[in-house]
């Protein structure tokens, strides 16, 4: 052990005086033919693809190694280790161009969740993640726009002419009206979708159409509110039909036929039901009527113990007397 440590001491030591950034030059030489393949074109690999004065040299980060530019953070482009040649310019940052309506350039960025386009480099710039089925590579400026001026408008609902929109979100493409989402077969459909086609998914969505699971079906449509022209629709519910309007419910009278309802009639009922309170505190006065009985019974007994219980004393009085 002794001779060992003679010979690894002095090496130890000799290595903690390093600083980080020599380390990584070291082994940045050392992996070069790994890190930056020859190219087809014979160009220097180490020259940054998206600016074009920058080196490229490895770098890191509380995430691990990775390849970036020297001019960062002019230059933000960076890649993973490993990454094939053929691949890096795309999937790296790099600029697609600039948007001819603000001026500013359009970026694709790598996020922790995967690729996304940007527009600017402000505080809160715009972003749009790629969509499932489209990839880095195939990225351009044309696309990138497309995806960044979502929603789209795809026109306005023959019924109370509000608009309809497209758009990608959590759970993928799909179509919105009034509150109503339906969803589109592929992310391509998002910038495709007409309105008549827009119009009947809706509609089936609103009918609970097969695998979907949507709202009630509609018996009657009454036409447009008149505070709001919102639509007025009589559907048909688990506890019997009711009429909707926005977020607001109102049941049908009972026994009364949801075909002969008017649109008078339905705007009276969704007034009377917005005027209700809320029915949570109706339960509570009920309760404690209920409960002022029992209090009362359980009281009663005890007086009458206290009357029986003087009697006695009169009379020993009387007899005193």
């Given at each position: 052990?002794?001779?060992?440590?003679k010979?690894?001491?002095?090496?130890?030591?000799?290595?903690?005086?390093?600083?980080?950034?020599?380390?990584?030059?070291?082994l940045?030489?050392?992996?070069?033919?790994?890190?930056?393949?020859?190219?087809?074109?014979?160009?220097?690999?180490?020259?940054?693809?998206?600016?074009?004065?920058?080196r490229?040299?490895?770098?890191?980060?509380?995430?691990?190694?990775?390849?970036?530019?020297?001019?960062?953070?002019?230059?933000?482009y960076?890649?993973?280790?490993?990454?094939?040649?053929?691949?890096?310019?795309?999937?790296?940052?790099?600029?697609l161009?600039?948007?001819?309506?603000?001026?500013?350039?359009?970026?694709?960025?790598?996020?922790?969740?995967?690729?996304?386009?940007?527009?600017?480099?402000?505080?809160?710039?715009?972003?749009?993640?790629?969509?499932?089925?489209?990839?880095?590579?195939?990225?351009?400026?044309?696309?990138g726009?497309?995806?960044?001026?979502?929603?789209?408008?795809?026109?306005?609902?023959?019924?109370?002419?509000?608009?309809?929109t497209?758009?990608?979100g959590?759970?993928?493409?799909?179509?919105?009206?009034?509150g109503?989402?339906?969803?589109?077969?592929?992310?391509?459909?998002?910038f495709?979708?007409?309105l008549?086609?827009?119009?009947?998914?809706?509609?089936?969505?609103?009918?609970?159409?097969?695998?979907?699971?949507?709202e009630?079906?509609?018996?009657?449509d009454?036409?447009?509110?008149?505070?709001?022209?919102?639509?007025?629709?009589?559907?048909?519910?688990?506890?019997?039909?009711?009429?909707?309007?926005?977020?607001?419910?109102a049941?049908?009278?009972?026994?009364?036929?949801?075909?002969?309802?008017?649109?008078?009639?339905a705007?009276?009922?969704?007034?009377?039901?917005?005027?209700?309170?809320?029915?949570?505190?109706?339960?509570?006065?009920?309760?404690?009527?209920?409960?002022?009985?029992?209090?009362?019974?359980?009281?009663?007994?005890?007086?009458?113990?206290?009357?029986?219980?003087?009697?006695?004393?009169?009379?020993?009085?009387?007899?005193s007397?």
């Amino acid at each position: 052990m002794r001779e060992f440590w003679k010979e690894f001491h002095p090496k130890t030591e000799e290595i903690l005086g390093l600083t980080t950034r020599s380390v990584l030059d070291t082994l940045d030489e050392a992996l070069a033919p790994f890190l930056y393949p020859p190219k087809a074109d014979g160009s220097d690999v180490r020259v940054c693809p998206t600016c074009g004065t920058g080196r490229l040299s490895m770098k890191t980060s509380r995430f691990g190694p990775f390849v970036g530019c020297s001019n960062y953070p002019e230059c933000r482009y960076t890649r993973p280790i490993g990454q094939a040649e053929e691949g890096e310019q795309a999937s790296g940052d790099r600029a697609l161009g600039v948007d001819p309506d603000t001026g500013m350039t359009v970026f694709l960025k790598s996020g922790r969740f995967g690729a996304y386009v940007q527009l600017g480099e402000g505080e809160k710039p715009k972003r749009s993640s790629l969509p499932k089925g489209w990839s880095a590579p195939d990225m351009d400026l044309e696309k990138g726009l497309r995806l960044l001026r979502l929603p789209r408008e795809v026109g306005l609902h023959p019924e109370d002419s509000q608009p309809i929109t497209a758009s990608i979100g959590r759970y993928g493409p799909f179509v919105q009206h009034n509150g109503t989402y339906a969803n589109l077969t592929g992310a391509d459909e998002v910038f495709d979708v007409g309105l008549n086609r827009a119009v009947v998914l809706l509609a089936e969505k609103r009918a609970g159409g097969p695998g979907r699971r949507g709202e009630a079906a509609a018996l009657k449509d009454l036409g447009a509110h008149p505070a709001d022209g919102a639509p007025v629709r009589v559907l048909s519910g688990r506890y019997g039909p009711y009429i909707k309007h926005g977020a607001t419910n109102a049941n049908v009278p009972r026994g009364a036929d949801p075909q002969t309802v008017t649109l008078e009639q339905a705007v009276a009922l969704l007034a009377e039901r917005a005027a209700k309170p809320s029915g949570g505190g109706k339960r509570k006065p009920a309760r404690a009527a209920k409960a002022a009985p029992k209090a009362a019974a359980a009281k009663a007994p005890a007086k009458k113990k206290a009357v029986a219980k003087k009697k006695p004393a009169a009379k020993k009085a009387k007899a005193s007397a």
